[in-house]
């Protein structure tokens, strides 16, 4: 009988050991949807204060483009930024983030260009505070 109850509690720290793993990835999921939609909602509101809420600043650009500084430079660009070449209204009312498999505390949303090319690529990182906008790239360029 000893050797069922130590084989028992065995298996309990084990279960317990693998489970926050688990967890983590399914917690990291929800988080990064949770984040999305609030970051989306704003963006097809055209909210840009809260679109500058979350955003890690500097926020990288394509080649050639200024990074964005500060608050102040991203509500003044913030056509710029979500307009470059595409619509990001229409784009985010569709796309899905996706995660990036080597690192998972970044994902990205890819939009289509003018053309209709996924080319138009936003970043997002897990920060302290976490989730933020970080970056913007055309892979065209």
């Keep these: 009988m000893t ?3 130590v084989l028992g ?3 309990v720290l084990i279960g317990t050991a693998v489970a926050p ?3 983590s990835g399914t917690q990291s999921n929800a988080s990064i949807n949770a984040f999305w939609e609030k970051f989306r909602a704003a963006v097809i509101k055209e909210d840009k204060v809260t679109v500058a809420d979350l955003t890690q600043f500097p926020v990288e650009m394509p080649y050639g483009v200024p990074k964005v500084r500060n608050k102040a430079q991203l509500i003044k660009r913030y056509r710029s930024i979500f307009y470059f070449e595409h619509n ?8 899905k983030p996706e995660v990036n498999s080597s690192n998972p505390s970044e994902f990205t949303v890819a939009c289509k260009n003018a053309a209709g090319e996924e080319v138009i690529i936003y970043s997002f990182k897990r920060t302290q505070n976490g989730w933020k ?3 913007l790239d055309n892979i065209n360029e």
């Design 21 to 23: 793993t688990a967890f």
């Design 3 to 5: 050797k069922a109850i």
């Design 133 to 135: 906008f970080s970056g």
């Design 88 to 95: 990001a209204r229409e784009c985010f009312n569709k796309a």
């Design 9 to 11: 509690l065995s298996l």
